[in-house]
T-cell receptor
């Protein structure tokens, strides 16, 4: 079974609008970390936001917030006030255990911001 | 420190040739990782170093692949007898110990085997 599932291959959003990118995960480990990365066309993976499995509140980093629904095993990324520079691939990732050695990535969502 | 550096950015090689990639991590990061990313997929874990010790290897890392991190600084990934299926982006990342510790990725080396 896939550990990370991203069901939206591509998304479009109008500039200045908010957009939600979906991510569901699968693990039996009670301790895990969830991460979102942005990959522009240059190829570099840029860390955006982290959510720990024991965190009580949803993580926020500037215009990024993570909608963490533990019972549903979902960790959706919300980008508010979209900008043209947000156009990129977005990957959800999970690390099992609090300090596991590898990340499991989803297949990504391509976001296009329309002016 | 300007981040994780990878060299070369692009490599085109003929099938059967050997190739070697280099990764220079952030200097204070003791953990170094190699991932492979094929078109339309997310990165897949290949191997992990803590300092100079290679502590974990994926089953994806066949015997044609070898990675080293001498002296716990830069790392090299060598692919021997390349095959067309090896064509991918090879990403290096470095990090530190800690639950919230994310990786810092390099820009990757794109390998094309013809």
């Amino acid at each position: 079974a896939q550990k990370i599932t991203q069901t939206q291959p591509g998304m479009f959003v109008q500039e200045k609008e908010a957009v939600t990118l979906d991510c569901t995960y699968d693990t039996s480990d009670p301790s895990y970390g969830l991460f979102w990365y942005k990959q522009p066309s240059s190829g570099e993976m840029i860390f955006l936001i982290y959510q720990g499995s024991y965190d009580q509140q949803n993580a926020t980093e500037g215009r990024y917030s993570l909608n963490f629904q533990k019972a549903r095993k979902s960790a959706n990324l919300v980008i508010s006030a979209s900008q043209l520079g947000d156009s990129a691939m977005y990957f959800c990732a999970m690390r099992e255990g609090l300090t596991g050695n590898q990340f499991y990535f989803g297949t990504g969502t391509s976001l296009t911001v329309i002016p | 420190d300007t981040g994780v550096s990878q060299d070369p950015r692009h490599k085109i090689t003929k099938r059967g040739q050997n190739v070697t990639f280099r990764c220079d991590p952030i200097s204070e990061h003791n953990r170094l990782y190699w991932y492979r990313q094929t078109l339309g997929q997310g990165p897949e874990f290949l191997t992990y170093f803590q300092n100079e010790a290679q502590l974990e290897k994926s089953r994806l890392l066949s015997d044609r692949f070898s990675a080293e991190r001498p002296k716990g600084s830069f790392s090299t990934l060598e692919i021997q007898r390349t095959e067309q299926g090896d064509s991918a982006m090879y990403l290096c990342a470095s990090g530190t110990y800690g639950a919230k510790s994310s990786y810092t990725f390099g820009s990757g080396t794109r390998l094309t085997v013809v």
